[in-house]
């Protein structure tokens, strides 16, 4: 390699930290360091409807949490940037509209209801849905025009119509994808903004990227990257697309299935170094067959040829397993106390808890029962005690509502967290003391604990959403879940009380 090696790892700032945006960073942050190279964050905030700034510090400091360094980013600055996608539009509008000039792309000014029509009528003739080029054909001066005019609009790169795209994928050797498979895509919203596409190949190319390690969802989306790099007369980087984590059940890995927030599991108590080594274990073996590695291991030793494509499963049980050898083997007593201490035992957090508890407590001894839910993992209680005077079938059915709710609060604070069960209880057309104990079990286990909303706010988002759905899995392993079809109804019920779900 005679350029240096440039990675990066581009999160969207939408939502928690997810594990297998780790997964991702730490293979592309080993692979650099394995070339002496430098890995790049950048934050890829296009969705404007979504991205928060709470979340894009949610993202340094999960990766920070883990031990994944980066050496340019929003935070650290560097040689590229601006590190943020939405502070790259003009470079971005440039390259659109070079590719317009080209006659490579095309307005388009087909509404959303004639797009979902179409749609509906491609899949009712079991064809692959795509675009029929109907605004192809339009004359450049007219289109011009109605843009001019405040027609709203987006932009579309023009796809082969037949042939195919054959690409060399440094993990699975050459991939075939038919033309005919590939949609004219939108590079350009009609809010002015691009879409993924065509700021990820802008910016990896102005970036000096060399190599893009990403998961394999991406594959089929590789045609109309390399095309933007063909007309755009840029040389493509080199493309390696990793297994993604699955389940038990070698589905892809989601936060119905597993825990998939990183602050999960630092609020867990697992350790970061025992994360890392997990991780890594889940796409790469040591030449030694180790076990037990550090990042700075795995560093030293990386070999893309060594990546397993075999389909990760993430096993709660034997990260577990692993976190107890490092608890045991890697650190001293002393060296635990003070994890226990940075964790949840310190002077910080007790600051916090004890006012939520002193009118509760008459010895000393009585606040570790009241605040032992902020140190669980997992609670046990029976259906009966979560369920109280609900039927069972409803108390799944306000415990999905909740799930869906909690999914799209962004200000994860008592204030917040109130307002929302005050609406959520006049949407149902129930009391809050009716609706409240239900969720007092599910989040603390216990019908006596610290007061919930206060109590919710401590845990934080991730593992108070992760106990609602244990809950719901409480209430499915003892047959008194939601069915699928009971599900869909829910689902179409909920869009119309409170709107739209944030997946």
Not at 235 to 249: E, K
Not at 309 to 323: H, I, T
């Amino acid at each position: 390699m005679t350029e240096q090696v440039r990675t990066r790892i581009a999160p969207s700032p939408t939502g928690a930290p997810h594990v297998g945006t780790a997964y991702m960073a730490l293979f592309n942050l080993a692979f650099a360091r394995r070339h002496q190279g430098k890995m790049v964050l950048r934050i890829e905030d296009t969705d404007r409807a979504r991205s928060t700034p709470g979340s894009e510090q949610a993202i340094l400091d999960a990766l920070s949490w883990l031990g994944i360094e980066w050496d340019e980013g929003p935070d650290c600055g560097g040689d590229y940037g601006p590190y943020r996608q939405s502070e790259r539009l003009e470079l971005h509008q440039a390259e659109i509209d070079r590719l317009l000039e080209q006659g490579d792309a095309y307005r388009c000014f087909c509404s959303p209801e004639r797009l979902d029509e179409l749609r509906k009528e491609q899949m009712a003739r079991k064809e692959t849905p795509r675009y029929d080029g109907r605004c192809l054909a339009l004359p450049p001066e007219e289109s011009k025009q109605r843009a001019k005019n405040g027609e709203p609009f987006v932009v579309r790169m023009k796809i082969p119509s037949e042939g195919e795209c054959r690409f060399m994928d440094e993990l699975r050797g050459e991939v075939v994808i038919d033309w005919s498979q590939v949609d004219h895509q939108v590079i350009r919203k009609s809010d002015g903004y691009p879409t993924y596409h065509l700021a990820n190949v802008v910016d990896d190319h102005h970036m000096r990227i060399s190599h893009v390690i990403r998961g394999e969802e991406w594959i089929n989306s590789v045609p109309k990257h390399l095309l933007l790099y063909k007309l755009l007369g840029w040389n493509p980087p080199a493309f390696a697309h990793l297994p993604l984590l699955r389940n038990p059940d070698k589905s892809k890995l989601s936060k119905r299935r597993n825990p998939t927030g990183i602050f999960y599991y630092r609020d867990a108590g697992f350790l970061p170094e025992a994360m890392i080594n997990y991780l890594g274990m889940m796409g790469y073996t040591l030449p030694d067959q180790r076990e037990v590695f550090s990042l700075g291991d795995l560093s030293e030793t990386f070999d893309l040829k060594r990546i397993s494509l075999g389909g990760p499963v993430f096993d709660l049980d034997k990260l577990r397993w692993l976190n107890g050898r490092y608890l045991r083997e890697k650190l001293s007593e002393e060296e635990v106390i003070d994890r226990l201490l940075t964790w949840k035992a310190g002077k910080g957090f007790l600051e916090r808890v004890l006012p939520l508890a002193l009118k509760r407590l008459e010895t000393l001894s009585d606040f570790f029962p009241l605040a032992q839910f902020l140190l669980a993992d997992k609670l046990e209680y029976t259906v009966t005690e979560l369920t109280g005077k609900l039927d069972p079938g409803e108390a799944a059915r306000l415990l999905k509502i909740a799930e869906w709710e909690l999914e799209k609060t962004a200000e994860w604070n008592r204030d917040e967290l109130s307002s929302l069960f005050q609406r959520m209880a006049q949407t149902e057309e129930m009391k809050l003391k009716e609706l409240l104990p239900l969720f007092f079990v599910a989040i603390t286990g216990s019908t006596v604990s610290l007061p919930l909303f206060d109590g919710m706010s401590l845990l934080g988002p991730d593992l108070s959403r992760t106990r609602i759905r244990l809950a719901l899995e409480k209430l499915a392993d003892t047959g008194n879940g939601l069915s699928k079809k009971g599900l869909k109804s829910l689902e179409k019920e909920y869009r119309k009380a409170y709107g739209d779900r944030v997946d």
